[in-house]
């Protein structure tokens, strides 16, 4: 009986050259699993229910955030919300790969796969169980989404704004994220309008489990599963594991643009001093009321007018441990 089964997203950064492909997969997992690729949404659900059907122990996802989070959702749909779920494995398939720089996984997919094998093999020669670290999800709703989803990381305002630049890059690249960043900080400092206009605050009622923050605009909301996200971004104050809890990591920011820049360093670590605009505490609920529209796990939504979204704790998924 298959132990691991692969699915490939063939439009993802580093699988479109067909390196990965099903072919190349398959013959790297050998007897120990099968490689399915897919080119289009509608083609991850059947794989996701052949996967359970023959009762695949791990699934590893080839792809960038935003397969990870198509996939993540379709297997809890087919498996239900309380599992028990497959382990799963984030290759590194796309550009920023939050979810593999998390959960340890290294190097190109076909590498990490070898990885996984040995491991399968030597937990199956032991007898011991798959090691796995247990990962929350974020439950996002919104009126700007034709349904809620599960998801990892959740951001509104400069973020959102950021992401469209990047995006707009065309074929964006790690090197286009890091520009993208870099310039809007150097715009700013250079009075450049379009800069400022990214920094710019936005009106917002923010609250966490039923108690309002106190500030009135905001300039970034993140809440989060896991701690490390883009470039060097790790802005959470350290709270233990957020995996091992059933809550999230939780960024609301609303302090002066210029204390931004001038302590950039300290707060995308995540050990700027408490500060009155400042809410960085893990949560277990949160509601955003904005103009802003605002990503989940790399894809954007837009919105109209004053738009509310609420966030909460999802089902936690396993995450085989490299």
Same mark, same amino acid.
């Given at each position: 009986?298959? %132990?691991?089964?692969?699915?490939?997203?063939?439009?993802?950064?580093?699988?479109?050259?067909?390196?990965?492909?099903?072919?190349?997969?398959?013959?790297?997992?050998?007897?120990q699993?099968?490689?399915?690729?897919?080119?289009?949404?509608?083609?991850?659900?059947?794989? *996701?229910?052949?996967?359970?059907? +023959?009762?695949?122990?791990i699934?590893?996802?080839?792809? =960038?955030?935003?397969?990870?989070? $198509?996939?993540?959702n379709?297997?809890?749909?087919? $498996?239900?919300?309380?599992?028990?779920?497959?382990?799963?494995?984030?290759?590194?398939? %796309?550009?920023?790969?939050?979810?593999?720089?998390?959960?340890? #996984?290294?190097?190109n997919?076909?590498?990490?796969?070898?990885?996984?094998?040995?491991?399968?093999?030597? &937990?199956?020669?032991?007898?011991?169980?798959?090691?796995?670290?247990?990962?929350?999800?974020?439950?996002?709703? &919104?009126?700007?989404?034709? +349904? &809620?989803?599960?998801?990892?990381?959740?951001?509104?305002? *400069? %973020?959102?704004?950021?992401? !469209?630049?990047? $995006? =707009?890059? =065309?074929?964006?690249?790690?090197?286009?994220?890091?520009?993208?960043?870099?310039?809007?900080?150097?715009?700013?400092? @250079?009075?450049?309008?379009?800069?400022?206009?990214?920094?710019?605050?936005?009106?917002?009622?923010?609250?966490?489990?039923?108690?309002?923050?106190?500030?009135?605009?905001?300039?970034?909301? #993140?809440?989060?599963?896991?701690? +490390?996200? #883009?470039?060097?971004?790790?802005?959470?104050?350290?709270?233990? /594991?957020?995996? /091992?809890?059933?809550?999230?990591?939780? !960024?609301?920011?609303?302090?002066?643009?210029?204390?931004?820049?001038?302590?950039?360093?300290? !707060?995308?670590?995540?050990?700027?001093?408490?500060? /009155?605009k400042?809410?960085n505490?893990?949560?277990?609920?949160?509601?955003?009321?904005s103009?802003?529209?605002?990503?989940?796990?790399?894809?954007?939504?837009?919105?109209?007018?004053?738009?509310e979204?609420? *966030?909460?704790? %999802?089902? &936690?998924?396993?995450? !085989?441990? @490299?």
């Amino acid at each position: 009986m298959p %132990g691991i089964g692969i699915i490939t997203n063939l439009n993802s950064r580093k699988n479109k050259t067909g390196a990965y492909s099903q072919e190349k997969m398959s013959a790297i997992v050998g007897p120990q699993g099968f490689s399915r690729d897919t080119k289009t949404l509608n083609e991850i659900p059947p794989i *996701i229910r052949e996967f359970r059907d +023959k009762e695949v122990e791990i699934i590893c996802i080839n792809g =960038g955030d935003g397969t990870q989070h $198509y996939v993540a959702n379709e297997i809890v749909k087919e $498996y239900g919300e309380k599992g028990p779920f497959p382990a799963i494995v984030p290759l590194r398939g %796309g550009v920023m790969n939050m979810l593999a720089k998390n959960f340890n #996984v290294k190097g190109n997919p076909a590498k990490a796969l070898i990885a996984v094998k040995n491991l399968y093999l030597s &937990s199956k020669g032991s007898g011991r169980p798959f090691p796995v670290k247990k990962c929350w999800t974020l439950h996002v709703s &919104s009126p700007a989404m034709e +349904k &809620s989803r599960l998801g990892f990381v959740y951001g509104t305002g *400069i %973020g959102y704004k950021l992401l !469209l630049k990047y $995006y =707009g890059k =065309g074929v964006p690249t790690f090197r286009d994220a890091f520009n993208v960043v870099a310039s809007t900080v150097c715009g700013f400092l @250079l009075g450049s309008s379009t800069a400022r206009s990214d920094f710019e605050h936005t009106e917002a009622r923010i609250t966490v489990e039923s108690r309002q923050l106190p500030f009135p605009t905001m300039l970034i909301v #993140v809440a989060a599963v896991i701690p +490390k996200l #883009v470039l060097w971004f790790k802005p959470f104050r350290e709270k233990g /594991e957020t995996i /091992e809890k059933s809550w999230f990591y939780l !960024l609301a920011m609303d302090i002066d643009n210029w204390d931004v820049i001038k302590n950039l360093r300290t !707060l995308s670590r995540g050990t700027f001093p408490p500060h /009155e605009k400042i809410f960085n505490d893990p949560a277990s609920s949160a509601k955003i009321e904005s103009d802003c529209g605002f990503t989940l796990d790399g894809e954007l939504f837009h919105v109209t007018g004053n738009t509310e979204v609420t *966030i909460a704790t %999802g089902p &936690s998924l396993n995450f !085989l441990a @490299l």
